[in-house]
């Protein structure tokens, strides 16, 4: 007998992720292999997910593997090379969103009196519905409505709808790929089955099934991890779908949403229920558990449902409310929405429409740069699905998809069929717009179970990618094929990871040249496509005048070749420090790629973290880079600052940064420079709003705060507004001559302004006094000096009518903006 300790250091614990991980190495031996958590007197089966995923390991918990068997002593050194080399990679802290149940409502709110209840935001967004109240499955209280069965036709029925729920998951193209894979790894576990067939003194299928639910729910619940207690909703969700099956129908009435609805469950709403109820009337969720682990809140973010959880005690409120308003980037759930709030609904729907017109405009067209220069701003994604979706939201092509999801997680690797389809998809969806499919980049650190390699010391610079085709030749070759066979739907670029020398170059333009030629010898159609490398490994830099004769286009993968340049593993938190693409070395090195490409007549692209970084726009423009790939959240706000840079401008930008000594001066000189560069006037004429209707102080406020968010000017109109208010308390703004001038200093703006809302009818700003003119003044910190200077002028200006007058009565923005200039000497 072996044992092996460690500590848990993983943020999660040991969930379904690392628990795989675990359970790959320890399958292959035939020696029994214990996990043990020695801090809570708990153990699992290591080759089983479920099992260790029972066992409550948390971060801290000491722990230990016993291994008994014939080959023990093999089994002993994977585990133990892979808890010194692995372990702690196999999972990260997740990004936890700000908890919103104590943060400050805006001020607005506040004052609106309005009835609500707060909750967790944990998918950001707002919408408006009428309440739709799901219950929570009772599977013990189905089962007594079902007849008895014996024990022989329990089994059977609960292995048939195991096998069939396992199908469904395994075939489903609802969207959710990675919630329904994790799933999947849950179902196939051995312990699943086990447990559902062990509870011989079951009354029925149905409570064999309700049991199972309890059994695997009861280690979790009492775990002191979020995390793992949020698994319990994934073992509800499969056993409620197995249960599902063994019945032939839905648990419940399937509920189609037919109009704008706010869906709410007192306990937790499952991803299976989730994925029945989408459709475009779904507008928010709320629950009472759940948090930011839970499948079902990843569902919700990926298809951009506003979610609210921990919501508790509103059973009242709710069920009485005919319509209701979520924002759950505030937290908060509203009911039955009085005239204040509903005017609060509307000025932050306006507001957030007139966001989305800002940037509606560079959507469906490639920016061009100050100089008139175009710029491809693409996409990465990493299944078909995500095509349309990147094109709806102003990607200019994809200028990476990765491949690897079609591969891994899997048994077998995807036929030629398979994967012509998922191709032909993504052309089809970019209708001749640039698809670039990147090959299979598995290997090393990523492993896939069918290709059985063996463990290595140092992955990232072994055997990988481009490095194992020769190998696996059939896998690469039916790759190729898929891809060829695709370009006749839309033209194609094809790209290869991982290529270090010249002559896998020769080998990759002769084996696509012989596919191609293959092809067409079999009459299948091989349309438009070129071959290209990833730039990852340094040494490509001195092989792209020799390339140029075998591949036509070259992409930079920056996160890798910073890795390899400065020789550092960013996943070690010993050298993490060094990963920099800031480094004025990197950004030398690419400097010269792109400068040595565009000599030999290949085309040049960056599909790296790098592309996505918004200081480092300017820098990659001065390098000549003009295709760029990223997140598809990222591709607005890029393009946007995109229009305001001056490739002149940039490359002396460039050349300054590449002669600084650190990261951090290259950062200093972006940052001085992107100031200069997006510098707003304190006047401009859209900032006047001139004869609104405005029915309360809130709203005027409101409706300048939104109005400087939509102008860039701010952080967020929210926290001006409160910043505003925040001065309002100290001392009433109005001045008398029926003029207010509400003022703030305030870090969360962003460029000095003044803002003028000329009213329709008198509004009350208080103390009995009204006011039709509102003048607000919000002033940055970085001139904070001239805040009470430019007030001070301006409300001596306002005691006299001249002034005032004009205000009052001319009718255009541009003529009042130019007024005030002159006036107050600005």
């Not at 069929?417 to 499919?437: M, N």
Request: hydrophobic share 45%; charged share 20%.
């Amino acid at each position: 007998m072996l044992t092996l300790n460690f500590i848990c250091t993983l943020p999660n614990g040991i969930h379904a992720r690392p628990a795989s991980e675990i359970e790959q190495r320890t399958q292959p031996f035939s020696a029994s292999i214990t996990l043990i958590n020695l801090s809570k007197k708990t153990q699992a089966d290591a080759k089983s997910v479920l099992g260790m995923i029972g066992a409550d390991i948390t971060n801290g918990d000491s722990c230990q593997f016993l291994i008994e068997g014939g080959d023990q002593q093999a089994a002993f050194e994977v585990l133990q090379a892979f808890m010194r080399g692995e372990f702690a990679d196999c999972d990260e802290s997740l990004a936890y969103s700000l908890d919103t149940h104590s943060q400050p409502l805006p001020v607005f709110i506040e004052h609106a009196g309005a009835e609500y209840v707060r909750g967790n935001g944990v998918s950001k967004g707002i919408g408006r519905g009428v309440p739709v109240h799901i219950n929570c499955v009772d599977l013990h209280e189905l089962s007594r409505h079902e007849p008895a069965a014996d024990l022989v036709h329990q089994h059977q029925q609960l292995c048939d709808a195991w096998v069939l729920t396992k199908n469904m998951l395994a075939e489903s193209d609802s969207g959710a790929a990675q919630v329904l894979a994790a799933q999947l790894k849950l179902l196939s576990d051995p312990a699943f089955k086990s447990c559902l067939l062990s509870h011989t003194s079951a009354r029925n299928a149905l409570q064999a099934i309700a049991l199972t639910v309890q059994t695997l729910s009861e280690s979790l619940l009492k775990s002191s991890s979020q995390y793992l207690r949020e698994r319990v909703i994934d073992i509800r969700d499969l056993c409620q779908s197995i249960a599902a099956n063994v019945l032939g129908r839905p648990l419940e009435i399937q509920l189609t949403l037919t109009e704008d609805s706010i869906v709410i469950c007192s306990g937790v709403l499952t991803p299976g229920q989730f994925l029945q109820l989408r459709n475009p009337h779904l507008q928010g969720i709320v629950m009472g558990d759940g948090g930011e682990t839970s499948h079902t809140v990843i569902l919700a973010r990926s298809f951009g449902v506003p979610l609210l959880c921990g919501v508790t005690q509103s059973e009242a409120l709710v069920r009485s409310a005919s319509m209701m308003i979520l924002d759950s980037r505030h937290g908060v759930l509203v009911a039955n929405p009085n005239a204040a709030m509903e005017s609060w609904y509307r000025l932050e729907t306006e507001k957030q429409q007139a966001i989305t017109v800002r940037s509606a405009s560079l959507c469906g067209q490639q920016v061009t740069t100050v100089d008139g220069t175009s710029v491809s701003v693409l996409a990465n994604i990493a299944l078909a699905v995500e095509a349309q979706e990147v094109f709806s939201k102003g990607a200019d092509g994809v200028g990476l998809f990765r491949t690897e999801m079609l591969f891994c997680e899997r048994s077998l690797p995807p036929d030629e069929e398979e994967q012509y389809q998922a191709y032909s998809e993504v052309l089809r969806a970019a209708k001749g717009k640039k698809i670039t499919i990147r090959t299979l980049d598995i290997g090393g650190d990523k492993p896939c179970d069918f290709l059985d390699l063996p463990k290595e010391d140092n992955p990232f610079l072994g055997y990988r990618a481009v490095r194992m085709y020769p190998q696996f030749h059939e896998i690469f070759t039916t790759q190729a094929r898929a891809l060829l066979r695709s370009s006749a739907v839309g033209p194609l670029n094809i790209m290869v990871p991982m290529v270090a020398t010249l002559q896998e170059i020769q080998w990759l333009h002769s084996q696509f040249q012989h596919v191609a030629h293959t092809l067409q010898q079999e009459d299948i159609s091989v349309g438009e496509w070129h071959l290209g490398i990833m730039v990852e490994v340094p040494s490509t830099l001195y092989l792209l005048e020799k390339a140029a004769k075998y591949l036509d286009f070259v992409s930079i993968g920056s996160n890798d070749l910073t890795q390899y340049f400065l020789a550092c593993d960013r996943s070690n938190p010993q050298v993490r420090h060094l990963y920099d693409y800031r480094n004025p070395t990197f950004l030398a090195l690419m400097r010269d790629i792109t400068q040595r490409a565009q000599a030999a007549g290949l085309a040049i692209s960056l599909c790296g973290e790098m592309a996505a970084d918004k200081q480092m726009l300017p820098l990659l423009i001065g390098m000549g880079l003009t295709q760029l790939s990223m997140a598809v959240g990222a591709i607005t706000l890029c393009k946007e600052a995109l229009t305001s840079l001056d490739i002149a401008q940039c490359q002396q930008l460039l050349e300054t940064a590449i002669a600084s000594e650190s990261g951090e001066q290259v950062l200093e000189l972006v940052e001085q420079f992107m100031r200069a560069q997006s510098q707003k006037t304190v006047l401009a004429a859209e900032l006047v709003l001139l004869d609104k209707s405005v029915s309360s102080k809130e709203e005027a406020i409101k409706l300048l705060t939104d109005n400087l968010e939509v102008q860039q000017r701010v952080v967020s109109g929210a926290l001006a507004e409160r910043a505003i208010w925040d001065r309002e308390a100290v001392f009433s703004t109005a001045l008398g001559f029926s003029v207010a001038i509400p003022h703030c200093k305030s870090a969360h703006v962003l460029h000095s302004s003044i803002s003028l809302l000329r009213l329709n009818a008198p509004l009350n700003w208080g103390e009995d006094v009204d006011v039709k003119l509102v003048i607000m003044l919000t002033v940055s910190e970085q001139e904070q000096d001239n805040h009470m200077k430019i007030f001070s002028r301006l409300a001596r200006k306002l005691m006299h009518s001249e002034f005032r007058e004009p205000l009052h009565t001319l009718s255009n923005a541009a003529a009042i903006t130019e007024l005030l200039a002159i006036e107050l000497a600005l």
